[in-house]
T-cell receptor, first 115, second 111 residues
Framework: SAVISQKPSRDICQRGTSLTIQCQVD?????MFWYRQQPGQSLTLIAT?????????ESGFVIDKFPISRPNLTFSTLTVSNMSPEDSSIYLC????????????FGQGTRLTVV | LAKTTQPISMDSYEGQEVNITCSHN???????ITWYQQFPSQGPRFIIQ???TKVTNEVASLFIPADRKSSTLSLPRVSLSDTAVYYC????????????FGSGTRLSIRP
């Protein structure tokens, strides 16, 4: 299994600013993902964070707005750029274990409020 | 990725068995069925996964009929702590596959 730590757990930010969310996994993992979850809604996949290359974004999400880094097999960051109140949401990091199990593990999430 | 359909919400009482059914008519031959549980203010947590027939673990059972076009998550003797959102996912077994979440079933357990 993998334990995922996200920082910060929550933040309140001014519109027009950017926030970088960090995701640390306690073991090396092949795949890391970033999701967004609006209150009372399901999770929406933002992108797959690829180690050593550019992230793969889902429809509706672009690199300029959500730049992602993945410098190694245990760490990734998601930046929410030029924030607006519509970006207020919970952002979750996820990872899949490369050996044996195929279940995905999730961080506790980062609750972002943009004012 | 196969589309899934599950009830938006369900209510039950402590000590009851709860069955949540998920429809996935377009499931592909190589697809597995996986269920996740999400408590408020937490990330989703894996519950159970299966390909066909029945799978049981310490948390739940998963029943999959021969045609695999649906599946049923069974929670025995639920407690208040089982109140959560339950997601049915269908996709490849490979760890290289991304996971797409459907709408989920919001399960509320009452005393």
């Amino acid at each position: 299994s993998a334990v995922i730590s996200q920082k910060p757990s929550r933040d309140i930010c001014q519109r027009g600013t950017s926030l970088t969310i960090q995701c640390q996994v306690d073991s090396q993992v092949t795949m890391m993902f970033w999701y967004r979850q609006q209150p009372g809604q399901s999770l929406t996949l933002i992108a797959t964070a690829n180690q050593g290359s550019e992230a793969t974004y889902e429809s509706g999400f672009v690199i300029d707005k959500f730049p992602i880094s993945r410098p190694n097999l245990t760490f990734s960051t998601l930046t929410v750029s030029n924030m607006s109140p519509e970006d207020s949401s919970i952002y979750l990091c996820s990872a899949r274990d490369p050996v044996g199990d195929t279940e995905a593990f999730f961080g506790q999430g980062t609750r972002l409020t943009v004012v | 990725l196969a589309k899934t359909t599950q009830p938006i919400s369900m209510d039950s009482y402590e000590g009851q068995e709860v069955n949540i059914t998920c429809s996935h008519n377009n499931i592909a031959t190589n697809d597995y069925i996986t269920w996740y549980q999400q408590f408020p203010s937490q990330g989703p947590r894996f519950i159970i996964q299966g390909y066909k027939t029945k799978v049981t673990n310490e948390v739940a059972s998963l029943f999959i009929p021969a045609d695999r076009k649906s599946s049923t998550l069974s929670l025995p003797r639920v407690s208040l702590s089982d109140t959560a959102v339950y997601y049915c996912l269908v996709g490849l077994y490979s760890s290289a596959s991304k996971i797409i979440f459907g709408s989920g079933t919001r399960l509320s357990i009452r005393p």
